[in-house]
């Protein structure tokens, strides 16, 4: 039985080894593509390399610029906003998010939505992971001077103003940490990667058609019946749309 174990986990070493070697080497060829201008490959192997489970801000930001070289908008959007997820305050970055958003056959619009104009005022300044540890440090400070408040009586008067100021700053970070948590676990984001995709107002065709997104839209997904996703807009249009005209920022 021990050896059976054994035998077990020493396959299983080699097969992890042998899958990040291949990815490793996919990386290779994609970097390679890519500084040749060879963006149709370089894709395929930048491709090859996430599925692989090795993605990182640069390795997003490549794929995004190859497919912007191509002119597919979509999946241009779609890595430049997987890559916003390590780089939020990357300059280089958000310019070519900007102007790959400027060359969208879309109107421009107001985000309406409360939920999503929170996560567009941080997501170009902080990580999740930045936002949660700051939180969490405000939140340790604050217990530790109501602490201190308890046992210290003659600092009361002093303390009292600087918990009252800190409460508010742990509201507000709680709140766009919040916002920012809803969003990635029950609203991902999305980008259409197809030239046009039709929307109804129901899981169906043989509902009515009410409008059509074009490619680089971004959208919101709030529900799934079976190929279909409910989503919502920055600016709070709603309709279903086929699942397999966008995909999803999270690539899991």
């Not at 894709?43 to 090795?54: A, H, P």
């Not at 002119?71 to 997820?85: D, E, F, K, M, S």
């Not at 259409?192 to 997904?221: H, K, N």
Request: with cysteine.
């Amino acid at each position: 039985m021990i050896r059976r174990y054994i035998v077990a986990c020493i396959l299983a070493m080699f097969f992890i080894m042998s899958t990040a070697g291949q990815s490793l080497g996919s990386l290779n060829n994609a970097e390679q593509a890519y500084q040749n201008n060879d963006f149709e490959n370089a894709i395929q192997y930048f491709d090859l390399t996430i599925s692989g489970g090795i993605y990182n801000g640069e390795i997003y930001y490549n794929f995004g610029t190859a497919h912007y070289q191509l002119g597919n908008i979509g999946n241009a959007l779609l890595n430049y906003r997987r890559a916003l997820q390590f780089l939020p305050r990357d300059l280089d970055l958000n310019i070519q998010i900007a102007r790959t958003r400027a060359l969208r056959n879309i109107p421009a619009t107001d985000t309406t939505n409360p939920i999503i104009l929170l996560e567009q005022m941080t997501e170009t300044v902080v990580t999740i992971s930045e936002l949660a540890m700051v939180s969490f440090l405000l939140w340790s400070i604050l217990w530790i001077l109501i602490g201190i408040y308890q046992i210290r009586k003659a600092w009361r008067s002093t303390l009292r103003l600087i918990i009252g100021i800190l409460l508010i700053f742990v509201l507000g970070f709680g709140t766009l940490l919040g916002a920012r948590l809803y969003i990635h676990t029950s609203m991902p984001a999305a980008v259409i990667t197809v030239g046009s995709a039709p929307i109804y107002s129901g899981p169906s065709i043989s509902y009515f058609r009410q409008y059509d997104l074009f490619e680089g839209s971004e959208i919101y997904i709030t529900d799934k019946q079976e190929e279909w996703s409910k989503f919502v807009t920055p600016d709070n249009r709603e309709g279903w749309i086929e699942t397999n005209n966008l995909t999803t920022l999270n690539p899991n």
